[in-house]
């Protein structure tokens, strides 16, 4: 599958733990989004990488959350100290060099805080 | 800043009949503009964009869309509706470097499709 992959699916914590959301983009692409989607809402940007830099992150809550995207392996968005309010769906998208070709979407990480 | 508006949450159509999604935006600059649909559980699957050139824009499954400049619409289009597009939406708009720094996405809230047989 040469896609998106995103990794948990399901990702089930109680409040106060950490959970982090892994995300492989599509091969050749270099940029990683990640966006989150609300109950009943659209998609709402959160950070923009590069490998080892970090774009954009004028989505991003001030605190608890972080991601990277290291030189080797997947882009990791951390949450700690999850609260009631974080669970959401987490899409991750990735695009290559080519800033008319689309984002590519994977199948997201949904997130429940118990 | 750049903001998309779906104004349907939901949209019905019999199936064979045309169905229009509608979407219009307010951005500084020249848009790129972009439909996704999204099935129960899964990700966005783009389905067409708009970058310039033709106004009409051909997509997947038989989509298109209209971009209107003066009305700042990209409305979504098919002329005959199969009961397998009956879906939730996106609309999304990006403006383009140096206008904007970094290339994300800003969605509209989505509109959802169903198709009745």
């Known amino acids: 599958n040469a896609g998106v992959m995103q990794n948990p699916r399901h990702l089930v914590r109680r409040r106060g733990q950490e959970a982090r959301l892994r995300c492989s983009p599509m091969k050749g692409h270099s940029h990683v989004y990640w966006y989150r989607q609300l109950p009943e809402e659209g998609l709402k940007f959160m950070v923009y990488l590069q490998k080892e830099n970090i774009i954009d992150e004028s989505g991003m809550p001030k605190e608890r959350f972080s991601a990277e995207f290291p030189k080797e392996g997947p882009s990791i968005l951390r949450i700690q100290q999850v609260v009631r309010g974080d669970s959401a769906a987490y899409f991750c998208?990735?695009?290559?060099?080519?800033?008319?070709?689309?984002?590519?979407f994977g199948d997201g990480t949904r997130l429940s805080i118990l | 800043a750049q903001s998309v508006a779906q104004p349907e949450d939901q949209v019905n159509v019999a199936e064979g009949n045309p169905l229009t999604v509608k979407c219009t935006y307010s951005v500084s600059g020249n848009p790129y503009l972009f439909w996704y649909v999204q099935y129960p559980n899964r990700g966005l699957q783009f389905l067409l964009k708009?970058?310039?050139?033709?106004?009409l824009v051909k997509g997947s499954y038989g989509f298109e869309a209209e971009f209107n400049k003066s009305q700042t619409s990209f409305h979504l289009k098919k002329p005959s509706a199969l009961v397998s597009d009956s879906a939730l939406y996106f609309c999304?708009?990006?403006?383009?470097?140096?206008?904007?720094?970094?290339?994300?996405?800003?969605f509209g809230a989505g509109t959802i499709l169903r198709v009745k047989s």
């Open positions: 708009y970058i310039t050139g033709d106004n």
């Open positions: 999304a708009v990006r403006v383009p470097p140096p206008m904007e720094y970094g290339n994300k996405l800003v």
């Open positions: 998208a990735s695009s290559g060099l080519d800033s008319n070709q689309p984002q590519h």
